[in-house]
């Protein structure tokens, strides 16, 4: 339950501030679509940053409970919490694809 409340703080303070650092550079392009892609942006990496945070709260638990008895699988789960992490780089990943894609 603690992974989850600070994924979900992490996840709004980093779209609190995607939405301040995107509105502070360009002040001039306030049009409906480009506010609409700001927020899609901080919603990608918000969202991203909670499903990254639940799976790996998961992960890691059920990790855990493996290493305990078998020593020898620790590279599997090392796999496994590493694949939950992936999900914060790939909501990273298109946020900056649709802040700086030129259409």
Do not use: H, W
Request: aromatic share 6%.
């Amino acid at each position: 339950m603690r992974t989850l409340s600070k994924a979900l703080l992490i996840a709004l303070l980093l779209v609190t501030a995607t939405a301040l650092v995107s509105a502070a550079q360009s002040p001039a392009d306030t049009s409906t679509g480009f506010m609409g892609i700001n927020i899609g942006a901080g919603l990608a990496v918000g969202l991203a940053a909670i499903g990254a945070g639940v799976a790996v709260g998961m992960s890691a638990a059920a990790g855990i409970g493996v290493l305990s008895e078998k020593r020898e699988m620790f590279g599997t789960v090392l796999i496994f919490v590493a694949l939950g992490e992936g999900i914060a780089v790939y909501g990273i990943l298109f946020a900056v694809l649709m802040l700086f894609a030129k259409f």
